[in-house]
């Protein structure tokens, strides 16, 4: 686990050179209660910051994402105020027998995973080129920003894995709710990526898409 702590401090020096709301103050805690902005949250007034500010008490197993048999946890601004303004989140990863992180991208964030249990099998693409690497506890991956990767459980039994990003609120895009999980419609589908119809029917039925 020592190399999770070293992972955060890394980050968190890393951030503080870049960060703006905390080039001017030591932190800016959001304040959830006002809307986001591409900045990032405003700052919750210190009169009302306290150290749960700072404190995520859940990161725990989450609940299984249908039908990859993970658990995901994430622990983003949203869960953890005092993130704000620091450009670093977390994740957890459980993942099940056969299961998986599906085909994702984060658009504003490099991710930085460390196994810590299992065997995961871990990639990521670019127009030319997949990048593949079987991975085990005391391994990390790195996936650039923006770039379509996915994680798979390998090995025999369960895993587990961390997952750090230069975000305090990540952007995440799913492969296959973009395509199957709204009203994009069949014949669209069809003809840009050459599946069956029938196939695409059942997708849309999976994953709670029309049209």
Avoid: W
């Avoid at 968190?12 to 932190?27: E, G, I, N, Q, R």
């Avoid at 305090?168 to 709204?182: A, H, M, Q, R, V």
């Amino acid at each position: 686990m020592r190399i999770i702590h070293i992972t955060l401090f890394y980050f968190s020096l890393l951030s503080s050179y870049t960060s703006y709301a905390t080039s001017v103050k030591d932190f800016c805690v959001a304040d959830l209660q006002l809307p986001n902005t591409p900045s990032g949250y405003p700052c919750k007034s210190e009169t009302n910051v306290t150290a749960d500010d700072f404190v995520f008490s859940g990161f725990v197993p989450g609940n299984t994402i249908d039908p990859f048999n993970v658990r995901l946890t994430t622990a983003f601004v949203t869960s953890l105020p005092g993130l704000n303004g620091l450009g670093i989140s977390a994740g957890r990863g459980d993942f099940g027998i056969n299961g998986s992180v599906p085909m994702l991208t984060h658009p504003d964030a490099t991710e930085l995973v460390i196994v810590v249990k299992g065997q995961l099998t871990a990639g990521f693409i670019t127009p030319t080129k997949v990048y593949l690497k079987t991975v085990k506890p005391g391994d990390i991956v790195v996936f650039p920003k923006g770039l379509l990767h996915f994680v798979v459980n390998s090995g025999v039994g369960n895993a587990i894995a961390f997952a750090f990003f230069s975000s305090s609120n990540p952007k995440t895009e799913i492969l296959d709710y973009l395509l199957f999980g709204n009203d994009l419609s069949t014949s669209i589908i069809a003809n840009t990526t050459l599946l069956d119809v029938s196939q695409i029917m059942k997708l849309k039925a999976q994953f709670g898409g029309s049209g």
